[in-house]
Structure formats: structure tokens, C-alpha cells
């Protein structure tokens, strides 16, 4: 079992910053991998970005390259996503989630642990 705990969110104006953090706990070790969802309300969840746990390998949606950062502090179990230049349309519940996975990381059924997600948003 992996426990997951997001971190971060929070009410902010456009063109701010956040930095989101998602710690780990129970059997990480069996984790390959580690990613951000985010579901606004009436709308499915989607992928913001992923990283391989050994490896350090990052991936992330076309809508976040170059305000996003994932990153991981493999001696803390923590994952952290950076935002930058938030937006409204940014506004939703992020929510971190690890896997086993070697492949298809962006894709949500992957994923074998969740979080309870923590509330990003963001006014205009």
C-alpha cells in the first residue's frame, strides 16, 4: 500500500505561483513512476505531468509545457509540481498518484494510488 498527501493549493491571482507537494508513504519502494491530475468541476480528469521515480524522467501534458515542473525529493518521498503563470482555466483539484507502470503514464486507470487532491484557484 502507498499513501498519498497533497499539499500546496490554494486561492491565487492569475499570473501567480504555487508550488504543489505530494508526499509518500507505505510501500514507495514498488512506485515507478508518479503523477499530477486535475479535475475541474464538470470535466474529467486529466494529466498535468508525470516522473519516473529512478530514472527522474518527465513527462507532461502539451496545455502546462513550460509553466509546469514536476520534480522529487527521493530521500523525502515527496513529489512537488511547480506552477507559473497560472491561469483561471488552471482552477481545479489536483490530485498526485503513483504506479507500478513502466508506460502510458498520462492515462488515469494506470495509476494504482490517489490522493484526496488538494484545491487549486485561481481569479482573474
Known amino acids: 500500500q502507498v499513501q498519498l498527501v497533497e499539499s500546496g493549493g490554494g486561492l491565487v491571482q492569475a499570473g501567480g505561483s504555487l508550488r504543489l507537494s505530494c508526499a509518500a508513504s507505505g510501500r514507495t519502494a514498488s512506485s515507478y513512476a508518479m503523477g499530477w491530475f486535475r479535475q475541474a468541476p464538470g470535466k474529467e480528469r486529466e494529466f498535468v505531468a508525470a516522473i519516473e521515480w529512478r530514472s527522474g524522467y518527465r513527462y507532461y501534458a502539451d496545455s502546462v509545457k513550460g509553466r509546469f515542473t514536476i520534480s522529487r525529493d527521493n530521500a523525502k518521498n515527496t513529489m512537488y509540481l511547480q506552477i507559473t503563470s497560472l491561469k483561471p482555466e488552471d482552477t481545479a483539484v489536483y490530485y498526485c498518484?503513483?504506479?507500478?507502470?513502466?508506460?502510458?503514464?498520462?492515462?488515469?486507470?494506470?495509476?494504482?494510488?490517489w490522493g484526496q487532491g488538494t484545491q487549486v484557484t485561481v481569479s482573474s
Open positions: 498518484a503513483a504506479t507500478t507502470a513502466t508506460s502510458l503514464l498520462a492515462v488515469t486507470t494506470r495509476y494504482d494510488y
